[in-house]
């Protein structure tokens, strides 16, 4: 009987798990130090962007503001001057998401349709197209301005947003095709025989079989195009003019200006409102994406 | 009457590999052709290349008498049903009963009409308005096999459909493939490599190997007669039983079988040509094999130890040595036979086979 009830003693159910161990510790600490350390900075500029400029001459980037105010926000935007123009960052909104959705759109539409065409038709000669385009990404693209310029003017698209438009669309372009073709790769083969027994086309099995399948590829596609291409700078300079500047140089222009004084509370203001669009693009669609994942479309 | 399908000196490469070789294949009528064989020997090639999916190097397919080798899959008169199934995982299963025949431009009333008959037929008129993901894997076989039903094909192409799932429903979806088959008398090509699948769904059964057939019979003829040595391994299970050894002729004829346990008259077993001396491997499968006190009245007596008892409740399967040579005897289940036991076993000249030992052909 002794050995019998032994056996019931001893540990039982899950086994207790210490909260402060040494691990835990490690890598918590960590976490909150590398947090604070990328936190840090974003404070002092939601901070500074509420100041008035006498309060920020006081020094203290730290502290909050005694006194609130919108007015930094309200200047960056409609009222900070940028070269010849005084009507703030806003004409730089604009432009940006003219230049934005267009091309965030053209070079989805296209790169899809080449992965597509890569993964599952493998027409003649398509691993020689697919090792050119995929060449193309790792060409410094310092080489490539000048010519393109040159381009550009020949087609009388140079200073026009057509033009960029049209360089961001084919800039992305490899990358993307890349990741379709590999997703697409990825989804089930015999799909798309299935598709073609029953008779659908290169169209129908893409629009009806494969793009319903695809949404979590095409949201990671999104996010990558939207935050490149709204982040761009040195394209937006090169192949554009003052008036239709994207906001990144709007930004660049209003905080490097030279005259007067520098005012800290504006410029932090303007930083912020350009980088909300990307910071908006994360929240909103990592959300999309996660639930694409999760609605587990490619099983079936 | 025309074969239903017809290849003739069909060649398949991917590059530099050859998958398929110069492979001719008649199939009659209304015919259930199993081809069988490894894995890697090009069943699902072959198959991919009567339904069009793939473009073959050199050759000739033919679907009822028309010349299809360049045609479409969807208008070479096939249905195909996958191993993974393949449902479009966005459609319901009325959806995916449907696409194929929309894309064929039946009107709406002859859409909803064949899909009712194909989900009567399978019995899956309650799940039309699921999803592919709320469905058992059974039934997912059954809109699969309903899609290629619809289209009212002449051919129904199978790639190992049944791989996927559980053994019970395995047995039950392949006696209602059977029923099917019965009932509509298409062709169908089927490929697997479960033996007893093929064996019980059979008319004709293709062996393949490395990209050609090496025999093509009924299931009987297959097993009762297999045409080389490969093919009588690969059949059966656990598979033939082989003696090295040499055939000899008597004086007065009477061919004889020699090896490591002594000589043999193999009276009784009926060559295909007339017998000639040299090597020769002797096949022997273990449910022909008679041991204990029942093997002293067959015409070949060997002495074994057992080495190994597996028992299978109907069966038992005993692994024996005959010298050096390891052997499989198949034996009531109810035998109470340890290991280290010594086994007389026997069997008869007539449930042999014999292959040359070099060309491996039956002799
Ligand atoms: N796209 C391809 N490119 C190159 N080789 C291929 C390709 N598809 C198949 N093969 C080769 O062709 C051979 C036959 O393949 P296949 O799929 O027909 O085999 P299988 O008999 O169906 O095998 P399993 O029983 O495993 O399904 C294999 O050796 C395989 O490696
Ligand atoms: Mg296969």
């Given at each position: ?59 203290n980037i730290f502290a909050p503001p005694l006194e609130i105010t919108f007015e930094p926000w309200v200047k960056a935007w409609s009222e900070a001057c940028t070269g010849l123009n005084c009507d703030g960052l806003s004409r730089g909104f604009w ?109 129908r099995i893409y629009f009806q079989i494969m793009l319903p399948m695809s949404l979590p590829i095409f949201v990671v596609a999104m996010i990558l195009q939207v935050t490149g291409i709204w982040n761009d700078f040195l394209f937006g300079v090169i ?62 | ?363």
């Amino acid at each position: 009987m002794a050995d019998v009830t032994s056996t019931l003693v001893g540990p039982r159910g899950p086994k207790p798990r210490k909260i402060l161990t040494r691990n835990n510790i490690m890598i918590y600490g960590t976490l909150i130090i590398v947090s604070l350390y990328y936190l840090l900075p974003l404070w002092v500029m939601v901070m500074t962007s509420l100041k008035g400029m006498p309060e920020i001459r006081m020094g203290n980037i730290f502290a909050p503001p005694l006194e609130i105010t919108f007015e930094p926000w309200v200047k960056a935007w409609s009222e900070a001057c940028t070269g010849l123009n005084c009507d703030g960052l806003s004409r730089g909104f604009w432009n940006s998401v003219r230049i934005t959705v267009p091309s965030v759109i053209v070079s989805i539409a296209i790169a899809s349709v080449n992965g597509y065409a890569l993964a599952n038709w493998r027409f003649r000669g398509a691993d020689t197209f697919f090792t050119i385009l995929i060449f193309g990404a790792f060409i410094p693209y310092q080489v490539m301005l000048y010519p393109i310029v040159i381009l550009l003017r020949e087609m009388g698209l140079y200073g026009s947003l057509t033009g960029l438009i049209m360089v961001h669309s084919i800039f992305g372009m490899p990358i993307l095709t890349l990741l379709f073709r590999n997703y697409f790769s990825s989804l089930p083969e015999e799909l798309f025989k299935a598709a073609r027994v029953d008779g659908a086309g290169f169209w129908r099995i893409y629009f009806q079989i494969m793009l319903p399948m695809s949404l979590p590829i095409f949201v990671v596609a999104m996010i990558l195009q939207v935050t490149g291409i709204w982040n761009d700078f040195l394209f937006g300079v090169i192949y554009t003019k003052p008036d239709l500047y994207p906001m990144t140089v709007q930004l660049n222009n209003i905080v490097n200006s030279v005259q007067g004084v520098k005012e800290y509370n504006v410029n932090m203001a303007a930083t912020l409102l350009t980088g909300l669009v990307p910071l908006f693009i994360y929240f909103v669609s990592g959300k999309l994406f996660v639930r694409g994942i999760a609605a587990g479309a490619v099983k079936g | 009457m025309d074969p239903s399908i017809s290849i003739k000196d069909l060649n398949l490469s991917f590059g530099a590999v050859e998958v398929i070789n110069d492979l001719n294949l008649d199939v009659g009528q209304g015919e259930f052709l199993v081809l069988l064989g490894s894995s890697g020997c090009g069943k699902s090639t072959l198959l991919n290349c009567i339904a069009g999916l793939l473009d073959v190097s050199d050759g000739q397919i033919f679907i009822q008498g028309k010349n299809v080798t360049w045609e479409e899959p969807s208008k070479r008169g096939i249905g195909m049903v996958f191993q993974s199934y393949a449902l479009y995982p966005q459609m319901t299963v009325e959806g995916n009963l449907s696409f194929g025949l929309k894309n064929a431009g039946f009107s709406k009333a002859e859409v909803a009409e064949r899909v009712a008959n194909a989900a009567r037929i399978l019995q899956i008129e309650p799940l039309l308005k699921r999803k592919p993901a709320a469905l058992s894997g059974g039934q997912r076989q059954r809109v699969a096999i309903g899609r290629a039903l619809v289209r009212d094909v002449d051919v129904f192409l199978f790639d190992e459909p049944l791989s996927n799932l559980d053994a019970k429903l395995r047995t039950d979806l392949r006696a209602e493939i059977k029923e099917l088959h019965q009932t509509l008398h298409n062709t169908m090509i089927y490929v697997t490599h479960d033996q007893i699948e093929a064996m019980t769904l059979a008319d004709r059964i293709a062996i393949m190997r490395g990209g050609q057939i090496l025999q093509l019979d009924s299931p009987k003829e297959i097993y009762n007669r297999p045409n080389c040595k490969y093919v009588a391994d690969f059949i059966g299970s656990p598979s033939m039983n082989f003696l090295d050894g040499a055939i000899s002729l008597e004086a007065d004829g009477t061919p004889t079988f020699t090896c490591g346990s002594g000589t043999f008259s193999l009276e009784g077993y009926v060559f295909d040509d007339a017998p000639a001396a040299g090597g020769a491997w002797l096949g022997i499968r273990p449910e022909h094999i008679a041991s204990g006190e029942a093997a002293a009245s067959r015409a070949i007596q060997l002495q074994s130890k057992v080495r190994l008892v597996e028992p299978l409740g109907s069966d038992t399967l005993v692994r024996v040595m005959v010298g050096e040579q390891s052997f499989w005897v198949r034996m009531d289940g109810r035998t109470d036979i340890t290991e280290g036991d010594p086994l007389p076993i026997g069997f008869n000249p007539v449930r042999c086979n014999l292959f040359d030992t070099k060309t491996e052909i039956r002799l």
